[in-house]
């Protein structure tokens, strides 16, 4: 195989267990559309398996603890760090950032294979649901995950001390840091030994012993499940600390996943080869800010002051998302397309639209335009035969009318309310408690938001919807904005 890695774009890495922040993902999901698109297209796939839609028990409501999901159904956990960290690539890529390489730990390497192309994500999350599945019939949710301060040498001394065959060095994360999967019972061990010997054990948020040899019996029938599924060559490499090798546009994915099961995680190799080729990035794409703590220590000895490494759904000091000033950050370092790209974009392929609509259509379908670009171009490459698109038939436009925006619609929203309880305007702060504070009781608040979506053109909501949820004016307006945007969208790309 060619090797396609390259030091212009920065290397892309997707967390595995514990990869998730349901606080993070609700800040990015108000201001990134991406966010709600990546989960509506699992939503199909939820559906359709259990008739759930995983989006509104992680986008709406209060923010999703990931310890309660892997209480409540540790297939929501999986497909809600799967789903983040796909979210967070698109939104990286809508920016204009082109990686050199994508790197997946654990689960994460599922994420990583369907951002470059590999699967679909509505096939990728059956992956993700069939791997959960599969260990699940195992009755292996006993097992647990430990990550303790020693070296993989030291952890595998103590593996060899409990002497229980089904414990395991799961990953290699740095030289003082290795997680270990196995039963119950010799987890507990491996506690005991190391509170005496003075190393710290910290339980790790995992719904299964991942990693382990324990998982064998598993791992054919998980690859018949997914053989079928439709693969593609990756079209950016995809560096796997699993293999410890990149992924080959020959290789039978299926079986490749299954080799998951059992086979450990080289994080620390993976990431000081990466850097070893020239890359000098690393952005962790998805929940948290787990691997961007560990990147610097896997390089701890061998990286310089050029080491750069960002992280995107986590927040920092007084909850603040940290994925704005990362795009600010790769746009400094011209990593990202910048402004006047885009632009071109806009005037060249979709003049019609104001800046603010192509905001929210590159949002919805600029990763899926740039992947048919690639996939044309590598066809065109190839000298595959093009279809002939040079006299399409005319098509009417089908766009309905511009998306108000939030202040906008805030304002007209304000002034129905007002009108109906013959309240004064400024009462509606955006923040004021409609029941609590106003004294506007559900049936009213339930007629209210009928007659404000009637006067937007909005269908009716499904039977599920919660009122319980949107109990401010700012609720409300955001709701509005975001179904008028998809019913925007919806319009345009029928």
């Known amino acids: 195989m ?3 890695t390259t030091t212009s774009g920065p290397v892309l890495v997707f967390p595995g267990q514990g990869g998730f922040d349901g ?6 999901g108000h201001r990134y559309p991406q966010i709600r ?4 297209e699992i939503d199909r796939v939820t559906t359709e398996q259990y008739g759930r839609r995983v989006s509104e028990v992680l986008l709406d409501g209060r ?3 990931l310890p309660q999901l892997l209480k409540d159904a540790p297939w929501v956990s ?14 990286l890529t809508d920016r204009g950032v082109r990686p050199g390489a994508l790197v997946g730990h654990s689960l994460g390497e599922i994420t990583a294979l369907v951002a470059a192309g590999a699967y679909s ?12 599945a599969a260990i699940a019939g195992l009755g292996t949710r006993g097992g647990s995950m430990v990550a303790l301060a020693a070296s993989p040498d030291r952890a595998a001394h103590l593996v060899a001390l409990v002497g229980d065959p089904l414990l395991a060095v799961a990953t290699e994360n740095h030289d003082t840091q290795t997680v270990l999967s196995g039963p119950g019972d010799a987890i507990e061990h491996v506690r005991a030994i190391a509170a005496r010997l003075g190393i710290g054990c910290t339980a790790l948020d995992a ?5 382990n040899p324990a998982l064998a019996e598993a791992a054919p029938a998980f690859a018949e499940a997914i053989e079928g599924l439709t693969q593609h060559a990756p079209r950016v490499l995809v560096h796997s600390p699993i293999l410890r090798r990149a992924y080959e546009p020959t290789d039978d994915l299926a079986q490749r996943l299954a080799d998951h099961f059992t086979l450990p995680v080289g994080f620390s190799t993976a990431i000081r080869e990466l850097y070893g080729r020239g890359h000098r990035t690393f ?7 787990i691997l961007s703590s560990l990147v610097p220590k896997a390089l701890r000895g061998i990286a310089g002051d050029d080491l750069t490494v960002l992280s995107t759904l986590s927040v920092g000091r007084g909850d603040v998302l940290r994925l704005p000033a990362t795009l600010t950050a790769l746009r400094d370092a011209g990593l990202t397309a910048g402004d006047d790209e885009l632009d071109a974009v806009h005037r060249r392929l979709v003049p019609a639209l104001s800046p603010g609509e192509f905001a929210a259509f590159w949002a919805s379908a600029g990763g899926r335009i740039t992947g048919l670009a690639e996939e044309l171009a590598q066809a065109f490459h190839d000298g595959t035969p093009q279809p002939d698109v040079t006299d399409p038939a005319p098509v009417a436009d089908p766009r309905p009318a511009a998306v108000p925006g939030r202040d906008e619609l805030l304002v007209a929203v304000r002034e129905l309310y007002a009108q109906a309880l013959e309240y004064p305007e400024e009462v509606f702060t955006p923040d004021a408690l409609l029941e609590a504070e106003l004294g506007v009781d559900s049936v009213k608040q339930v007629e209210l938001l009928s007659r404000a979506s009637q006067q937007f053109g909005l269908p009716p909501r499904s039977s599920d919807f919660r009122l319980a949820d949107y109990g401010t004016l700012g609720r409300i307006v955001e709701l509005l904005h975001d179904e008028l945007t998809r019913h925007r969208l919806e319009g345009s790309l029928a």
């Open 63 to 65: 923010p999703a603890e």
């Open 207 to 211: 719904a299964f012993a991942f990693h």
């Open 121 to 132: 994500v509505e096939d990728g999350a059956l992956i993700v649901l069939r791997r959960t």
């Open 78 to 91: 999986q497909l809600a760090i799967y789903g983040a960290g796909l979210a967070a690539h698109r939104i």
């Open 283 to 289: 952005v962790e794409t998805g929940g948290r800010a």
């Open 37 to 40: 698109a990546v989960f509506e």
């Open 23 to 28: 606080m993070a993902l609700q800040q990015a």
């Open 2 to 4: 060619t090797d396609t």
